[in-house]
C-alpha cells in the first residue's frame, strides 16, 4: 500500500472516482414499491413544486401609486341649517390622501363658537354647593378649563362654568338615519399605478382596452363591469357585507383591495387587477365597545373687529383605504436549478423508505439483508460482547 | 444470527456504524470528470450563494420615518387675481402628510361661491322646451341638483337650473403653460431617518460628515452632491426622463426613492442613501385615458351677515411619493451553516451525474457496472421472467 | 447478460431496486461518534427548526387599519394672544391622516398677513448702497420676491423689500419652554384592527374584556393596564427615553409600535397587542443637524372688502407614526413535510462527518478503508502511473 505517500495522495485525489457500491435487487415486490414511491415523490415535485407554486420563476412584489377622485352631491334640509348643498370640497376631509379617501356621511355642526365662558355639558360636570367646581381643573372628557363657577345649564340642571370654545358641542345625539346619508349614491374613481421593479414592468388599472367615453360612464360591477375603476360607495359597502345606511351613522374603515397576481410568463394583457372589498374595522359584532370613526375639525373664521370664530364639526364618515397587494412571477433559471435539484434529492428518500420496509417487514428480509450489509468486526474489540456472539 | 435479539438490537443501534461501500475507481478520465464537477458545484456555492447572495448573513428590512419641508415662493400675474405671491402655505396641500408631499402646480380658481340657483354647465345639460329639466335630478358630472327651471347660460345658450355652490366651476379650460410653472425651482428638504430593528442600527439622510452650513447651500446632483437632501423639484422631475412643465399642467406622482442597502459588516459609514427618481403615475404613453392628477379644495369665508362662501380651487399638482427601501445584511452563524449544509449536499450531485456518464456512455461500462453492482436475485421468484433467462 | 435488449431494459427499469450496499461496522466508538452526531442533528431539527422557528407552521403577515382620537384642552396665556383655549380641532393638524396623528406643541404665529410689500428679515438680506437689492431676486431661504429698493427694516438695520405676505414672519426665536407643553397631558386613543388573510382570522386592539367603562377611564401602563389602548402622549414620550418638554420644543416624530405576533395553534385569546415606543427620528444626538419636525399652515380670512389675509403658523408638533407589525403561524401539513424531509436529509451529514474521522484519524484506518472500499483499476490504462506502481 504505497498510497499513503504525498504524491500518491494528490494522485488519488484527482484521478480516483468514488461511486458506491450498490445491491441491484431483482424483485418485482420491491421494484415496483420503489417506483410508486419515486412517482408519487415525482407528482409532488412537479405538481406541487412546479405548478402550483410555480417553482420555475422569480417572484417580486408590488410597488403602487394611487390617486383616488370622489364626485357627488347631496342635498340636506334641516331646521337649523336649512337647505344645504354638499359637495366634493366640502365632504372630503383632508381634500387628498395618499392611500386613502375619507368622505364624510354624519355630521355634528357647532356654529359660531368663540373663546369664552360658558356652561360644561350636564353628563360630565354636574355641580351643586355640596359639589363645587375646580378652578383650572380640566376633566378627561372635558371640553375647557373649569372657572370654578356654578351656573345654570338650563332651567333645571347646573354644571361647572369652562372657559373653552363656546358654546360647547352637545353630541349625546348622533343623527340617525345619517345626515348625508346620500353619500350612497356618490362614486370614487380609484387610478392605481403599479410596477414590479425586478421585472420592469408596470400597468395601470385603467386598462388599454378602456376608452374615455367608457370611462365617463361606466360603474364598476363584479359581473358586468370588473374593469371599471368607478365605484358607487353604496356597492362597495354592500359587497363588503355591510349596510351603507347602518355604517354611514356611526362611520367606519373600509378596504378597497387591489389584486394584481400576475404571471408574466404570459401575456401582459392577462395581468388584470381584481378588486374585492371589506370592512376593516369592528370585526367582533357581540362587543361593540367604541364603534364607528369619527375626528373633529373646524373652519375659521374672523369678523370685521378681527375676532375669531369657527364651526366645529364632529364628522363621522367612512374612510376607503385602497389596499394594493400583488406577486408577480416569471421564468427564471435559478430557482428552476434549485427546484429541480431539491426535488432529485427527494428520490433518495424512495431508496431509505424502500429500504426500511424490505428490511424490516419482508419475510425475507434476512437473505436481503445479508447481501447489502457487510459485516465488519471491530479491529480493536474482537472479544464478544456480552449481548452475544457476533462471530 | 442471534442479532434480533431484543438486547440485541439495542446494542447493534447503538454501537454499529453504517457506512456506505465505495467502488474506488481508478480512471484518470472519470476522476477529473468527477473533479470537475465538483469544482463547478463549488464555485456555484462560494461565487453565487456566498458571495454574491451573501448567503452567510442574517437580513433585515428597513423601517422608516420620514418628514419633508419645501421651499420657495413663486409670483403670479393674471388680469383675474392681479399679482400674487404664492408661498408655501398657499401651495402646500395638505400641510404636511406621512410619507409624501404635495406641491400645487396648476390651477382652476372659482371665487366667490354662494350657495344658491344658477345655470349649470353647457356641456352636461342643454336644456330646451322639447328637453326639459328633471326636478331633483343630479347628474354624474354635475355639480349641484336640478330645480327643473329652464334657464340662459348666455346669449345663446340654455342650461338647467340647478341649485349648487354658485357660480360652477368651469373647467374646461386647464392653463397652459401651468399657473404656478415656477415651482420648478422649489426645493424640497427630505429628512429620512431609517432603522433596523433586527440589528439595532440606525442611520439618518443627513449623513454626519454634513454641517449646517453645507445644507443651507446644497442642492443634489447624483455626481457632486449625492448625499445633499435638498431636491430641485424640477431636477427630480428631468432625472425621471420628464418634463417638469407638461407636468406640471395636468399633475402627476413622482416617486423620490431611497435605497438604504447596507453590508453591516462593513463600517457603518458605508451604508449611506441612494435617491433615485421615477414618475409613478401615466405609464402608457399612447393611452392617455384620465392624465394627471388633481383635487379639489375649498376655503371658507364668512362675512358680517353669516353667510359663507367659498374659494373653490382645482388644483393640479404633483405628489412626490417617498418610498424608502433597504435591506441589511450581517454575518450569521445559522444561514452560514444552512448555506454550507446544503452546498455539501450538492457534492452528492457529482456522484449522481458522473454514474450516469460512466455507466451509460462510457465503452466499458460492463467493466464497471459489475465492480459497483452486486446482482441480488429474487429469493421467491428464482425462474426466470418472461423477458429472458436472469440467472 | 442479456439485459441490454430492449424489453429487459424496461423489466429491470420496473422490477429492480438498487440499494446502496453498506459496511456495517461494528465498533463501540465509531457506533457511538455516530449515534452522537445523529443525536446533536436531531436537537438541532427538533429543537432550533421545530419548536423554535416553529418550523411546523405556516405564517401570515399582518394587514391592519388604524385610527386615532386625540383628547385633551390646554390653555395659553401670552401678551401677544391673551388667555386663548387650544383644543381637539386647533392641533391636529391635518383633522385625520391614516397611519399617524400630528400633535402641535409649538407655534410661531404671524398674524393678519396680507399679500404687499415690505422688509425682508436682516438674516438673509442685508443691503446698502454699495450692496443693492435686484429686482425679481429670489433667495433660498427668502419670503418674497425683491421689488429692487432698500428699506429700514428697524431703526439700524436696511434690508431689500420684498412683495410678500407681510408682515414678514420671523422665526429665530423658537419659544422655550414649548407654546403647548401642557400637550403631555393630552391623550390619544388608537383603534386598530388587524387581520391575518390566509386564516380569516381578525382581532381588535380593543379587546373583548375590555368594557365601555373601562374604556373612559383607563390609561395604558405598561404593568397594570398593558391592553388599554388609550396613552398618555407624556408617558409614550418617556417610555421612548426621551423628555416631552425637549421634543415639544422643537417637533419630532415618535413611533407607537403595536406588535401583534400571534400562534393560532393556541386560542385566539392569547392573541394580544404588545406595545412599544420610540423616537424615529434625531438617533444621531451628537450630529444635531436640522432638529426636530415643524411645517408651516395658513389660515385664510376675508374682510368685508374681500381682501383675503391669512395668519400664518410655523407649527412645530409630534407626529405619532403607529407602525403595525406581526406575525401569525398556524399548523401546516406542507412546511412540517418539508422540514422533516430537509431535516433527515441532515442526518446523511452525519455519516459523512464518521467517514471523515474513521478514514483519517483512526490508527486501523487501513482497515476499515479495506473494507468499505473495493478498488477498481482502469480498464484502459492498467499499466501504473509515473507516481508509483498501483497494482
Redesign the interface.
Known amino acids: ?3 499513503d ?1 504525498c ?2 495522495q494528490v ?2 485525489c ?22 410508486f414511491i419515486q412517482l408519487g415523490i415525482l407528482a409532488y415535485v412537479i405538481g ?1 413544486v412546479f405548478i402550483w407554486e410555480k417553482g420555475y420563476q422569480e417572484f417580486d412584489t408590488v ?1 403602487s ?1 394611487v ?1 383616488s ?1 370622489v ?3 347631496v ?1 340636506t334640509n334641516t331646521t337649523e341649517l336649512g ?3 354638499w ?4 365632504y ?9 379617501v ?1 368622505v364624510m356621511t354624519n355630521l355634528i355642526l357647532t356654529q ?1 363658537q368663540t ?1 369664552g365662558h360658558c356652561p360644561e355639558l350636564p353628563e360630565t360636570s354636574f355641580c351643586s354647593k355640596e359639589q363645587p367646581c375646580t378652578p383650572g381643573y ?1 376633566g ?6 373649569q372657572t370654578g363657577k356654578c351656573v345654570p345649564y338650563n332651567s333645571t340642571v347646573k354644571t361647572c362654568e369652562i ?3 363656546c358654546p360647547v358641542e352637545n353630541d349625546t345625539h348622533v343623527p340617525d338615519p345619517a345626515f348625508l346619508n346620500g353619500a350612497e ?1 356618490f ?1 370614487v ?1 380609484i ?1 392605481n ?1 403599479i ?1 414590479y421593479p425586478k421585472f420592469q414592468v ?3 388599472n ?1 386598462l ?1 382596452n ?3 367615453s367608457y ?3 361606466c360603474q364598476y360591477d363584479k359581473v358586468n363591469h370588473p374593469f371599471c375603476p368607478i365605484f358607487r360607495l353604496g356597492n362597495i359597502v354592500k359587497e363588503a357585507g355591510e349596510s351603507f345606511s347602518d355604517m354611514a351613522v356611526q362611520g367606519g ?1 373600509m ?1 378597497i383591495q387591489i389584486n394584481w397576481n400576475c404571471d408574466l410568463d404570459r401575456k401582459l394583457t392577462y395581468c388584470v387587477p381584481k378588486y374585492s372589498f ?1 370592512r ?5 359584532i ?2 361593540n ?2 364603534p364607528g ?12 373687529n ?1 375676532v375669531e ?2 364651526t ?1 364639526m364632529k ?1 363621522y364618515g367612512i ?1 376607503f ?1 385602497i ?1 394594493v397587494f400583488g406577486t408577480a412571477g416569471k421564468f427564471d433559471i ?1 430557482p428552476t436549478m434549485i427546484n429541480i ?1 431539491s426535488g ?3 428520490f ?2 424512495a ?2 423508505l ?2 426500511m420496509i ?1 428490511f424490516h417487514f419482508f419475510k ?1 428480509r ?3 439483508r445479508e ?11 474482537l472479544v464478544g ?1 456480552e ?4 462471530p
Not at 92 to 100: D, F, R, S, W
Not at 280 to 284: G, H, M, P, S, V
Not at 387 to 390: D, F, I, L, P, T
Request: glycine residues 6%; aromatic residues 12%; charged residues 30%.
Open positions: 500500500m504505497s498510497r505517500g504524491c500518491g494522485y488519488s484527482l484521478f480516483d472516482y468514488d461511486t458506491p457500491r450498490i445491491a441491484l435487487i431483482k424483485s418485482r415486490k420491491i421494484g415496483l414499491l420503489n417506483r406541487w410597488v401609486s390617486t377622485k364626485k357627488g352631491v342635498v337647505v344645504k348643498i359637495d366634493v370640497a366640502d372630503i376631509i383632508p381634500a387628498q390622501e395618499e392611500n386613502a375619507f359660531n373663546q380640566v378627561k372628557q372635558s371640553n375647557g378649563v372657559f373653552a370654545w349614491n362614486t374613481l387610478k399605478n410596477w408596470s400597468k395601470r385603467i388599454s378602456i376608452s374615455s370611462l365617463k360612464t374603515v378596504g371589506r376593516l374595522d369592528n370585526r367582533e357581540d362587543h365597545v367604541s370613526y369619527n375626528f373633529r375639525f373646524a373652519k375659521y373664521y374672523k369678523d370685521s378681527g370664530s369657527r366645529l364628522v374612510r383605504d389596499l435559478i435539484g432529485a434529492a427527494l433518495g428518500v431508496t431509505v424502500c429500504d424490505v425475507k434476512h437473505y436481503y447481501k447489502k450489509y457487510k459485516y465488519v468486526e471491530d479491529y480493536d474489540e460482547s449481548c452475544g456472539s457476533n
